[in-house]
């Protein structure tokens, strides 16, 4: 009983602290560009245009974006010194329930009987899916397109209707932590 109510703990201590993370964030940048000279920027439009998401959470998207650069002291213009690009990815997961089961008397399809099993912790059979995405914002040449600085967060759950305004503001500015670039 004492090693069942230490892993318990332990999952209950790691759980409590993994809920606090919104996204695993990396990030990569072109070794040629001078970080410092940048200091102004603007959209680009037709990544914008592209963005897949729905017209709710475009524009929260987009302002968290723009209040983490902002905060990082660039300006917006039309004659930037670069461009910013967001994208989503999303694909679907599939989530184990965990928790306790009870013991007692269950039917045994196999037996044709009923069997008393045991309680127990662990997955309790019920699947979920869920909306599992990945936010990437890139900054890009003005002139060339090409990408200078990729910012990536992954494992932003869409299906996540709770605080998401937050949790879209907290993951943008946990992945722009990635910029500048230590060289």
């Keep these: 009983m004492k090693h069942t109510l230490k892993w318990c703990m332990l999952f209950t201590i790691v759980m409590a602290f993994t809920s606090c993370i919104t996204v695993l964030t990396a990030s990569d940048y072109d070794k040629n560009v001078n970080f410092s000279k940048l200091k102004s920027f603007a959209y680009f439009e037709k990544g914008i245009e592209a963005l897949q998401l729905n017209n709710l959470d475009k524009p929260r998207m987009l302002n ?3 209040n983490a ?4 002291g660039f300006t917006k213009s039309d004659r930037p010194d670069f461009l910013i690009n967001v994208a989503v990815l999303v694909n679907i997961k599939t989530r184990a329930d965990w928790g306790y089961s009870g013991g007692g008397y269950q039917w045994d399809a196999t037996a044709s009987a009923y069997q008393w099993k045991e309680s127990q912790f662990g997955a309790l059979g019920t ?5 599992n995405g990945t936010i990437i914002i ?3 040449n003005p002139e060339t ?3 200078m600085w990729h910012g990536v967060g992954s494992g932003f759950n869409f299906d996540d209707y ?3 305004e937050e949790r879209i503001n907290l993951a943008v500015k946990q992945i ?3 910029y500048p670039p230590v060289y």
Excluded: P, T
């Design 69 to 72: 650069v902002l905060k990082k």
């Design 176 to 178: 722009l932590l990635e």
């Design 138 to 140: 890139d900054f890009l």
């Design 64 to 66: 968290a974006v723009e």
């Design 162 to 164: 709770e605080n998401r």
């Design 127 to 131: 699947n979920k899916e869920y909306q």
């Design 145 to 147: 397109k090409a990408i």
